[in-house]
């Protein structure tokens, strides 16, 4: 009898703190998944891969209209945030199944477009988590990811604190089997996974905070973040910062949002493979 390899184990490093939530339920399929919308048309079907709290999931049900969106999450309690999400909007076309990237419990080619937003990443194995996205795409369909580069972020004015956080996130996600810098390795690990590199198409896009309600928002996101989820608290368990530490970088956060100038640049790889 053949035994499966172990499925690779996944450490989500921001949690699911109300901080992360603001954020992600702030995402819509125009802001971040713009890339991708070319490629869809109604009656398809959709796997949104690690779909939070399912903003960007209700909004491509609705562009394939008359197909469905099925919708994943790594467990129950997180995938509930996209049904619920699903039931406030009247959103009748989208399943929902706990799943593992590493291990997709789907048949081969089962979907039309294999999405997703801000999950490599995470995983542990990425090539893996790309192939099994490929083995599940049917043939000619499209597979689909956009992921920050932490290394690419830039902002004006230089506040020393702020070169603190990314340090410190960097070598959180790190120590968690992540990828800060999965942006600029994606297609590396998609021509790892099998795609042709002419089936490749990669591209960029940004977030940018710059207007005062924008850069207000964004940096107090990030500074409550720093000090109340879970990577505060993975911060100061694994040694990498004293509480004292994490304030004054929340302190960076809002001295940057109060300056007139401020300008915040999130910058994002992305790829759409012809399966």
Known sequence: ??????????????????TVLRSHRWRTAENSAAYLLPH??????VLDVGCGPGTITADLADRVAGGTVTAVEITAEALKLAQDEA??????????AVADVHALDFPDDSFDVVHAHQVLQHVA??????????????????V????????????????PALDEWLRLYQALATSNGGHPDAGRRLRHWALAAGFAGDAITSSASSWVFAEEPDRRWWAEMWAERTTKSSTATQYVEKGFAYVDDLDTVA?????????????????????????
């Open 40 to 45: 869809l048309f109604p009656g398809q079907s």
């Open 1 to 18: 009898m053949t035994t499966r390899p172990e499925t690779p184990q996944n450490t989500y490093t921001h949690g699911h703190h109300e």
């Open 87 to 96: 039931a406030r909007r009247g959103t009748e076309n989208v399943r929902f």
């Open 144 to 159: 689909a990811a956009r992921d920050s580069d932490y290394g690419g972020f830039r902002w004006f004015p230089e506040v």
């Open 251 to 275: 302190a960076g956060w809002r001295k940057w949002a109060g300056q007139d100038d401020g300008w915040f640049n999130v910058v994002h790889g992305e790829i759409v493979c012809v399966a």
């Open 125 to 142: 194995d990425p090539v893996l988590a790309l192939k099994e996205m490929r083995r599940v795409c049917k043939p000619g369909g499209v």
